[in-house]
């Protein structure tokens, strides 16, 4: 049998591309239209489900005269791009390479749309992450940067609490000391009434100062221990302080780490949605 019998007419191979391109079309996973043409007209086309409300019925019509499958006719070569809404009704991405019979002749074109709106969908929605993104880790930001700033508030206040502790103390010691005054006046006091009494009459002013300076101790002592239960009482509270303070500090600290933990979330989430924006621009 010679070569030239066994040749397909240019017919039958745009039919064989036009069944296999069929099988292609199923294959695909993402909403696709495969179109063929022969050097003037579109020959076949099909189309998904939801291609079909949206896309022009091209068969046995002449294409255009200018964009890919001219391009592809006249080069030879694969052509590649955008295809705007209006030309077929909906925005596409395209890719035509021509046909060859087996004399290497230019018999037709096979164009394979990908519809964009899986990949707008897949961009907005990289783009809303990616705001979103930016906007959390702003106000992680400022969170992080008000959780340190109340940590180191907090251990301002601790170390003033820590002062006035230290000066209450100073003021027990004192208080100690004018009691430890006020008991002697005391003494001396009464040792006075005492030596006044032995000096009958000619005591008796004595016996008046003597009984003045009893008095005043005794009011002195009783004033010492009143102070001293309201330093006590403030002690306590300032204790109290100290250890709530200790806490809240704990807490900031504790904040400011977890802030910058997610602030680091963040970030990674952002780079991914940066990741899936470029493999949507290849879709």
Same mark, same amino acid.
Request: net charge negative; with cysteine; aromatic share 4%.
């Given at each position: 049998?010679?070569?030239?019998?066994?040749?397909?007419?240019?017919?039958? %191979?745009? @039919?064989?591309?036009?069944? $296999? !391109? #069929?099988?292609?079309? +199923? *294959?695909?996973?993402?909403?696709?239209? /495969?179109?063929?043409?022969?050097?003037?007209?579109?020959?076949?086309?099909?189309?998904?489900?939801?291609?079909?409300?949206?896309?022009?019925?091209?068969?046995?019509?002449?294409?255009?005269?200018?964009?890919?499958?001219?391009?592809?006719?006249?080069?030879?070569?694969?052509?590649?791009?955008?295809?705007?809404?209006?030309?077929?009704?909906?925005?596409?991405?395209?890719?035509?390479?021509?046909?060859?019979?087996?004399?290497?002749?230019?018999?037709?074109?096979?164009?394979?749309?990908?519809?964009?709106?899986?990949?707008?969908? %897949?961009? @907005?929605?990289?783009?809303? $992450? !990616? #705001?979103?993104?930016? +906007? *959390?880790?702003?106000?992680?930001?400022? /969170?992080?940067?008000?959780?340190?700033?109340?940590?180191?508030?907090?251990?301002?206040?601790?170390?003033?609490?820590?002062?006035?502790?230290?000066?209450?103390?100073?003021?027990?010691?004192?208080?100690?000391?004018?009691?430890?005054?006020?008991?002697?006046?005391?003494?001396?006091?009464?040792?006075?009434?005492?030596?006044?009494?032995?000096?009958?009459?000619?005591?008796?002013?004595?016996?008046?100062?003597?009984?003045?300076?009893?008095?005043?101790?005794?009011?002195?002592?009783?004033?010492?221990?009143?102070?001293?239960?309201?330093?006590?009482?403030?002690?306590?509270? $300032?204790?109290?302080?100290?250890?709530?303070?200790?806490?809240?500090?704990?807490?900031?600290?504790?904040?400011?780490?977890?802030?910058?933990?997610?602030?680091?979330?963040?970030?990674?989430?952002?780079?991914?949605?940066?990741?899936?924006?470029?493999?949507?621009?290849?879709?």
């Amino acid at each position: 049998m010679k070569d030239n019998e066994c040749k397909m007419t240019d017919e039958q %191979l745009l @039919e064989l591309v036009a069944e $296999i !391109s #069929s099988l292609f079309h +199923q *294959l695909i996973p993402v909403s696709n239209t /495969i179109t063929l043409t022969d050097r003037e007209k579109f020959t076949h086309q099909f189309m998904g489900e939801e291609a079909k409300k949206h896309t022009v019925y091209l068969v046995g019509k002449p294409f255009p005269s200018h964009g890919f499958i001219p391009k592809a006719i006249k080069s030879g070569m694969l052509q590649r791009g955008i295809v705007a809404k209006g030309e077929y009704g909906v925005a596409f991405k395209n890719q035509t390479i021509p046909v060859k019979n087996h004399d290497g002749n230019i018999i037709g074109t096979v164009t394979l749309a990908l519809s964009l709106k899986n990949q707008n969908d %897949l961009k @907005e929605a990289t783009d809303s $992450i !990616s #705001s979103s993104a930016e +906007q *959390l880790a702003a106000a992680t930001e400022e /969170i992080a940067s008000a959780a340190n700033s109340l940590s180191s508030s907090v251990s301002e206040v601790l170390g003033q609490t820590g002062e006035i502790m230290k000066l209450i103390e100073q003021t027990n010691s004192i208080l100690d000391f004018v009691n430890n005054v006020a008991t002697n006046s005391k003494l001396l006091g009464l040792n006075a009434a005492i030596e006044a009494a032995r000096a009958g009459d000619s005591g008796r002013g004595f016996a008046v100062v003597a009984d003045e300076i009893r008095k005043m101790a005794e009011n002195s002592a009783k004033s010492v221990n009143e102070t001293k239960k309201i330093i006590s009482s403030i002690n306590e509270k $300032i204790n109290h302080l100290f250890h709530v303070t200790q806490e809240l500090s704990g807490i900031a600290q504790t904040q400011a780490a977890t802030t910058e933990e997610i602030s680091a979330s963040i970030q990674n989430l952002a780079q991914v949605s940066q990741t899936v924006r470029k493999i949507s621009d290849i879709i």
